[in-house]
């Protein structure tokens, strides 16, 4: 696809590095030539408008657009739709396989219309790396990961078959196999290039390595200046086929870093603090962007680590410019030396480059930090920013069982069978997880000193506590083997279990028989400490009603402790073999033992020789036996890929009022995508679990729900069934209940839902502040679809969510300040009526919420339809993102 569009500036240019040459749009160029000075702008701003240099085009990016970035340096703000095409698209195999399935479907749909299936292709480059289907059955042995391997073979054969079908079907589209490592670490370790290259018209075109993925955490990568961020499936498939993604131009706030992060504190305490900083100061839809002299004390994977939690933190991503580290990383991990030298130069000539002598960028606002106050932190029990110092973690457990359980004393357990109780606030869980920590080596060395010296001192993990070790990538594992510390983490519990994210993502298996009676029996509020980024409600394990964010170090002590009880500053994790009372910091490695520990044992050839083949995978995936064809043959019987009904009608869907709606739910402030689409167990006695068993699967192959989302029969039934999930018009209930209206009969949501449908009744969701927070799950909005969602109400939407809501053609309205379902009383006996949908659309415009109650009153309340820009108008108009792009495919043919 030809980049070089209209260049009306005149400023495509030509540089030289390493030995080659290349063109590019060069931002000084285009500033003399009258865009004006744009030093001071974001640096992440500076990417956008490189993007719209290159792509403008007249039509889909315009010359005022080009001015409207460089004159946001003015107001610090822009209510400017501007189209961001990213050089690439990222997914994992939760949301990749949806989206896989969709442009399977799309296929059909263009034969159907008589077109060419062909046309519906990757036409930027896409990565999938298969990471979030492994999970913890097998735990703390020599024969754990082999184990869990052939269990994830044995359960997602048919999901494998079909990413391999599409990996021959799709040009530009490649699968990284199971078993290598997290999506976001292959990505900063080898996907990612900071400066991407194409051929273009004979010459070679450079211009910043830009990406959109499928999984919220793809904002790691921003640590290595490669801007990107989380989108929902539909909207990657979108941007895969060609279609642009639309977005204002951001608001962007500086974080200033100073100082240096004093001794024993940790990456992972860093970010809890940012996270914790950020969430106050409000993100939500805006850049966050790094800068001050504090990032020459960061090392590359620090910076990664920070950028990861932009989720958590709210903002759309989380950016670090280009820098000597950026460089030096690079280089270490084994890049093509041509292409190190290319990053450098161009970011040089570009203006792109940060050291000790940049001036500070114009932030639309700032906050500031000095890394000497990071302190050794958690977060929890439920939410990855309410950060708690470790000194006073035990006291703010207590204070949380407290509420818990009023002045009831604590709940103990026998274990059955077992030589031990479990008893409130025990650890049941321990796990060094996710790809926020698992990809920075200070940490994960951190945590093998941590073990060798508990192992050298005589502690054990307590019994009840289920351990386990998943690295981000095969690198962990050599540079660990290496220094000798894999055999200590072995020896206290964490071998080796997967390579993917396992806990972190609710993939944390069952606990041990004994555990479970135990914790049911007594009733019993136990916790899970994971080194991850997410600790929601009903995600890490249905059992661990407390969970805590904390860096792998703390996950080996905890392990040791026991209990969220303990006061690990000041009483003793254990006893030692010689009687001896062993304290935190009897074992807790020194800042230089875990940098003399790296510097002795990482290598680049690691980098080198595990990329080398990363996408021939193991033998179990080459015996795997794939269908072939342009268009997949889709299996009747399968309960894991099947033919979605989105593409059945492309007849556009237009501007319609909502009338005579009822409520499906009313929920609170926070909900989760979690809440909404989960992602881990099915329960044999939900909708799901009963579709399952009917279709002869028995509970023991349930897998999970993310595992299954390539059958929209089995998602559809696990919408709104999160068992934490609490719907306001079934009080004192928990889980995917309703009560169907106007009967007031208490019922299963996906239950209510289809009756609803059958009598040609609308819906609607009305929830409080931030819905739809957390990963950019797709099927959270497909799912809602499906139900007979026409409109979700609520007070405020996190960013992703919404943009799927309006991608699959559902309204996202929300209420005016100070106006609430709790303001109005709302309990879900209502009818509703939405007016103003009928005439010109406009983005952001007011409609009219009626509200008819049950007495014979209406009440009736403005409400803003959250459609922000002019392309969303058009594909709600068409049903969603996907119809529209498809509709266009097929008229063309």
């Known amino acids: 696809m030809s980049q070089h569009g209209n260049d009306s500036l005149n400023c495509r240019r030509s540089l030289s590095a390493g030995g080659h040459k290349y063109d590019y749009f060069s931002i000084p160029a285009a500033s003399a030539a009258g865009l004006g000075n744009v030093e001071a702008l974001p640096f992440s701003l500076k990417v956008l408008l490189e993007n719209l ?57 263009m034969a159907a219309a008589n077109a ?15 990471d979030h289907s492994v999970m913890v059955d097998a735990f703390g042995n020599a024969s754990a990961f082999g184990t869990n391997v052939k269990l994830e073979y044995e359960r997602n054969r048919e999901r494998y078959e079909f990413l391999r079908w599409g990996q021959s079907a799709f040009n530009n589209f490649r699968v990284v196999p199971p078993g290598t490592g997290i999506c976001h670490q292959v990505n900063l370790e080898y996907l990612a290039q900071t400066v ?8 070679v075109l450079a211009y910043p390595d830009t990406l959109v993925g499928t999984d919220s955490h793809t904002t790691m990568i921003n640590g290595l200046a490669v801007l990107g961020w989380g989108v929902g499936g539909i909207e990657a498939e979108a941007a895969m086929l060609g279609q642009p993604i639309s977005m204002l131009i951001p608001e962007v706030i500086g974080f200033k870093l100073t100082g240096a992060m004093k001794e024993g504190t940790t990456a992972t305490d860093l970010v809890l603090m940012v996270t914790e900083m950020l969430r106050k100061k409000g993100v939500v839809g805006k850049f966050v962007e790094f800068y001050g002299p504090g990032l020459d004390h960061l090392t590359l994977a620090d910076q990664a680590t920070i950028a990861n939690m932009a989720p958590e933190y709210g903002a759309t991503c989380g950016f670090f410019p280009i820098s000597r580290a950026t460089v030096d990383y690079l280089r270490f991990s084994g890049r093509d030396p041509a292409r190190v030298a290319l990053v450098e130069a161009y970011a040089k000539e570009q203006g792109l480059w940060r050291d000790s002598n940049t001036p500070d960028p114009a932030f639309t606002d700032s906050l500031q930090l000095d890394l000497a106050a990071v302190e050794s932190s958690l977060a929890g029990p439920r939410r990855p920013q309410d950060r708690v110092s470790l000194s006073s973690s035990a006291a703010a457990f207590k204070a949380y069982l407290a509420k818990e359980r009023g002045d009831k004393p604590d709940h103990v357990a026998a274990a059955p069978g077992a030589n031990f109780e ?71 519990g964490f071998n080796l279990v997967g390579y993917g994210c396992t806990t972190c993502i609710g993939n944390s298996g069952p606990l041990p028989d004994p555990v479970t009676k135990a914790i049911d029996d007594g009733d019993l509020t136990v916790a899970a400490v994971l080194s991850g980024n997410r600790n929601f409600e009903g995600r890490v394990h249905a059992q661990t009603k407390a969970n805590y964010l904390a860096s792998p170090l703390l996950v080996v002590a905890y392990a040791l402790a026991g209990t969220m009880k303990l006061d690990l500053l000041n009483e003793p994790l254990g006893t030692g073999e010689e009687g001896q009372p062993v304290y935190l910091r009897d074992i807790w490695p020194t800042n230089h033992d875990i940098r003399e520990t790296m510097e002795r044992v990482l290598t680049p050839e690691m980098f080198r020789q595990r990329y080398d083949n990363v996408f021939l995978g193991d033998t179990a995936w080459q015996a795997l036996e794939a269908p072939t064809g342009n268009t997949y043959e889709w299996v009747e019987e399968s309960t894991y890929v099947r033919n979605p009904p989105f593409f059945a009608d492309l007849t556009p869907q ?12 009313i929920l609170g402030d926070s909900v989760t995508t979690d809440h909404i689409s989960p992602a881990g167990s099915i329960k044999k006695d939900s ?69 609803y449908q059958a009598a040609g009744v609308p819906l609607v969701v009305i929830a409080g502040k931030e819905y739809g927070t957390g990963s950019s799950r797709d099927w959270a909005a ?20 919404r943009s799927n809501l309006i991608g699959m053609g559902i309204l996202a309205l929300q209420f005016k300040e100070g106006v609430s379902r709790k303001t109005l009383g709302l309990d879900g006996s209502e009818v509703f009526d939405i007016t103003g949908l009928t005439g010109e659309i406009m983005p952001r415009m007011d409609v009219t919420l009626a509200i008819h109650r049950a007495d014979g009153r209406t009440d009736t309340v403005p409400l803003l339809c959250r459609i922000d820009t002019l392309d969303e108008v058009e594909y709600y108009r068409n049903g969603g993102i996907l119809q529209f792009v498809l509709g266009n495919l097929a008229a063309a043919s």
């Open 53 to 109: 240099l290159r792509w403008e085009d007249g039509r889909t990016v315009s010359i005022d657009d080009v001015h409207a970035v460089a004159t946001w340096l003015q107001t610090r703000s822009s209510d400017r739709e501007i189209a961001f095409r990213p050089a690439r698209v990222l997914m994992q195999d939760f949301t990749g396989v949806p989206a896989v399935v969709d442009l399977a479907a799309m296929r059909n749909a």
């Open 116 to 130: 060419d299936p062909a046309k519906i292709n990757p036409l930027v480059p896409v990565d999938l790396v298969i």
């Open 196 to 203: 991407w290259t194409t051929p273009d018209n004979g010459s």
């Open 422 to 492: 479990v008893k409130d606030g025990d650890v049941v869980i321990a796990a060094i997880t996710s790809c926020t920590n698992t990809s920075n080596p200070s940490v994960l060395i951190g945590a093998g000193l941590v073990a060798r010296n508990a192992r050298r001192a005589g502690l054990t993990v307590k019994p009840w506590v289920k351990t386990s070790f998943a690295p981000g990538s095969q690198v962990v594992t050599d540079y660990l083997n290496a220094a000798g510390l894999q055999e200590d983490l072995d020896a206290v």
């Open 654 to 665: 237009g501007f319609n009022d909502v009338v005579s709606a009822r409520a499906l739910a």
């Open 687 to 755: 909708p799901a679990g009963r579709y399952l068993i009917a279709n002869g699967v028995p509970a023991a192959d349930f897998n999970s729900y993310g595992s299954r989302r390539g059958n929209h029969e089995v998602m559809m039934r696990g919408t709104f069934a999160n068992i934490r999930i609490r719907n306001e018009m079934a009080p004192g209930t928990e889980g995917g209940v309703t009560r169907h209206q106007p009967d007031g009969e208490l019922m299963p949501i996906y239950d209510a839902a289809m009756t």
């Open 782 to 801: 497909k799912g809602t679809r499906l139900l007979g969602v026409k409109a979700v109400i609520a007070e405020s939407f996190e960013r992703i969510h």
